[in-house]
């Protein structure tokens, strides 16, 4: 028998083959190294997309250095130069597999990358859910918060968390003058937890060892509420959104008008929202709402000042709080409930200072 074509190698490897044409590919020693490497480019094409059928981010990474670096060519669409004779091999099969390739870019990593003009209100917000949801590593992040019955103004808050093991992170608040509010942190991996509070000038810092359970972390109870109320307007048959030009790039504006109450029982309720999304990872950029929470009526405002990825830099001391050369450390003993764990340490200290 002849040696394979194009289109019965394609056909050996999606195992839709002549018995011919199989038993060729296991005698012949040429067919069968073009049968093992037009398998290994079919693996992987396949690993670059998620089990959803999506590119994958390795995908989507190397789309994005490709654009960034396409160096002085000029063109909405870049073609690079090849030498002519890469091209008079190739057969039907190749042809497809290209156009393949087309759409996958086309109709998959395009949109995800963000054609703006193409998205809705609620695929924007569905995005932006994406992001939350999916992030790994260790993050950095610095907001600033307004909330209802804060009385010296925004604070700003500073968190540190471990997405791959999200009870291990760090909190911490600053007042509008730039002092030290408030701080909690948690790690399981050194078995520690602290919180620290000020009062009168000093900070005071609560520090138990060998935990043997984490407590919820309060980075994903946050998280949580967002999500709940991102996915509260995406079900909103009202959104407006607007595109436009910011700072970063372009962003996406989803707002959703201001209503009367509708659910006076539920947990969360929203009178009214504003979510400012960028229009390169999905990321909230600010967050206006109105509502009620526990049946408590609040306003909050968030705008997310920082973002990074520390990587390689997280050590330990990432995650806990340092003491300063005037803070006051008491070391108290672990329990399931943090608040329980300050209070019990304060009223010992507090009696041994009695005490004496």
Known sequence: MR???????????????????RAHANACEACRTRVDERRGQMETIASLIDADGMPSAALESRLRHAMRDVGDVRGATVLRARRPS???????????????????????????????????????????LQTISSGQGVERLEYEVA???????????????DRDNP??????SYRSDGTLATAISQDPMTQQRSQLFHVDGTNYIVR??????????IPQMAQALVETSIGIMQA??????????????????????PVMPQNPTATLDLFSARAVIS???????????????LRQPF?????????????????????????????????????EDPITELMTTVLRELGRARGK
């Not at 009385?151 to 968190?159: E, K, L, N, S």
């Open 3 to 21: 040696c394979l074509s194009d289109v019965e190698v394609q056909a050996v490897v999606d195992g839709e083959a002549s018995d011919e044409c």
């Open 147 to 161: 909330m209802d019955g804060m009385t010296d103004g925004p604070v700003v808050i500073r968190q540190v968390i």
């Open 236 to 257: 909103k048959s009202d959104q407006q959104l607007t595109i436009e030009d910011g700072p970063a790039g372009q962003r996406y504006i989803v707002e959703i008008p």
């Open 279 to 293: 229009g390169t990872d999905f990321r909230i950029q600010e967050f206006n709402a109105t509502g009620t929470i």
């Open 208 to 217: 138990v060892g060998a935990i043997h359970t984490s407590v919820l972390s």
């Open 86 to 128: 890469a091209w008079r091999n190739v057969g039907l099969v190749s042809a497809l597999a290209t156009a393949a390739v087309i759409a996958l870019f086309v109709y998959g990593v395009l949109p995800r990358l963000g054609a703006p003009m193409t998205l809705s209100a609620s695929e924007v917000l569905g995005r932006s």
């Open 299 to 335: 306003s909050v405002s968030v705008k997310l000042r920082t973002h990074e990825y520390i990587g390689g830099a997280v050590t330990a001391e990432s995650f806990a709080i340092a003491p300063g050369p005037d803070d006051v450390v008491l070391e108290g003993q672990a329990d």
């Open 167 to 172: 009870n291990r992170y760090k909190v911490a």
